[in-house]
DNA sequence: ATGGTGTGACGACACCCGTCGTCAATCAGG
DNA sequence: CCTGATTGACGACGGGTGTCGTCACACCAT
């Protein structure tokens, strides 16, 4: 029986703690970017002595590679479950699409950390890469062509194109409805997908 | 007849200095990013004491802001230049896109300091929001499309597709001749310009 | 009550930053 | 030589950072 202290145990405590650092996390990475995060201004924003940030994270790299993990298992999450349905191509990339914008609606900040500071942030964008490179060869082994050079090329166009209108969107500066965007993606990935047959 | 000092007019070495520290800003902004620059860091590379930075910048965010500057003049003037050719469509896009590439080509921080950082940094983001604006506007301005949500989802695209693969080229994660980006990027302005039409 | 554990606050240390005034040395023209 | 301009170095001030040890107090189980 583990000892209580404040009514719970040590290792509660100290998953509520983790919890509540990576929500900070989250907070000041998808608002302000990542100079924002320190590691005093997380403990401050947490309300917790920085003693308690290296309970779990080694230093501020650890967080932030912590909090972009999570939206990205969160995004890959939700684009498995949505092309785990059995449907042609045109519907499976409207799912796709769609899940992928309910990921980033459901919380704006994520539209950030996922998509934008990897781009810049030496950190993010060491770990980031890989996923990124992921998505592009996933992206890119559907695509119709035999040549790997010319799929790199669409995967990569598809993925700053997607990048551009997700960010763009959220923020508000592109005057379009969500189905009008899901709509021009549909189409966009469709366009890819066929365009080698031109 | 101004006084000299070490043979050099006062207003000789102003603009020296000015150059100076315009190159270094490049310099960090281009290879480190927009965390690397702070008028320490650029007057210790500059070899200048700070009282000279603030002989021609109020601060650092005119500085950052004056490189992007001179760098996005350096783009446009290529792309004016590039375009003022008489030539059909196809020949005008590959002209504009062999001229950027040529700008980035010279020199790789540009790419950095032209389509990256901007996309993070508040500073840079907030400068270089409207010459963004402009871009788009004038690819949008070519599509042959009479709706202006889709003229501009189909720019923004365009613009996120040309960012990812020009930083991505140049980072050399990307296994493509520069002929091969050429022509793709061509191709797929062209598919831009016509995909109304289907 | 006791001894051990957990917590919050804080100080230490060494570093960084932005901004600017001061001082000593050098340069320049008359 | 004299006086004023220019330069380089540096310190001041007030802020921030990463990391970690210490202390006083509170909590807990026995």
Redesign the pocket.
Known sequence: ?A??????T?AD??AH?RRTLLDVGTELLGTKGTA?????????AA?????????S????EELITAVFDEVAELAATALRAAVAIQAPPPDLARAAVDAFLGVLTDDPRRGRILLLEPLTDPVLSAHAGDAMRLFEALIGSQLPTTDPVRAQLTATALLGALTHLFTRWLDGSLPATRAQLTDFCVAMLANSATADRS
């Open positions: 029986m000892r209580t202290y404040g009514g719970t040590m405590r100290k703690r924002a995060v320190t590691v005093r201004s997380v403990c401050r309300k917790l002595t920085d003693r308690y940030f290296y309970e994270f080694a230093g501020r």
